[in-house]
């Protein structure tokens, strides 16, 4: 029964995707508007730059921000989390 359920997802995947293809049509991108006045093309820097490591360093100052500003829970923590089971004392044979 799962092959069957398998069998369907992917040929409903397959048919949506091939639909949206067909129906979007990139010829019409060529097309230019009134008033379209677009600008110089990104290069290949300026396009990794822009679209690959300012995200990645945006994650990464507010990652930084969320642990420094965050270290303050571990000693309001009360749950079981915070406490320690093992005992300090050792026994005596």
Same mark, same amino acid.
């Given at each position: 029964?799962?092959?069957?359920?398998?069998?369907?997802?992917?040929?409903?995947?397959?048919?949506?995707?091939?639909?949206?293809?067909?129906?979007?049509?990139?010829?019409?991108?060529?097309?230019?508007?009134?008033?379209?006045?677009?600008?110089? =093309? /990104?290069? #290949? *820097?300026?396009? !990794? =730059? /822009?679209? #690959? *490591?300012?995200? !990645?360093? /945006?994650?990464? *100052?507010?990652?930084?921000?969320?642990?420094?500003?965050?270290?303050?829970?571990?000693?309001?923590?009360?749950?079981?989390?915070?406490?320690?089971?093992?005992?300090?004392?050792?026994?005596?044979?």
């Amino acid at each position: 029964m799962d092959k069957k359920n398998a069998l369907r997802a992917g040929a409903l995947a397959a048919g949506t995707t091939l639909m949206m293809l067909l129906m979007s049509s990139p010829a019409l991108a060529l097309t230019r508007d009134d008033g379209d006045d677009p600008g110089k =093309g /990104l290069s #290949v *820097v300026e396009t !990794l =730059g /822009l679209y #690959v *490591v300012a995200p !990645l360093v /945006l994650f990464a *100052v507010i990652a930084g921000l969320v642990m420094v500003l965050d270290r303050s829970h571990t000693k309001k923590d009360t749950t079981t989390s915070n406490i320690n089971v093992r005992s300090d004392a050792q026994a005596k044979a």
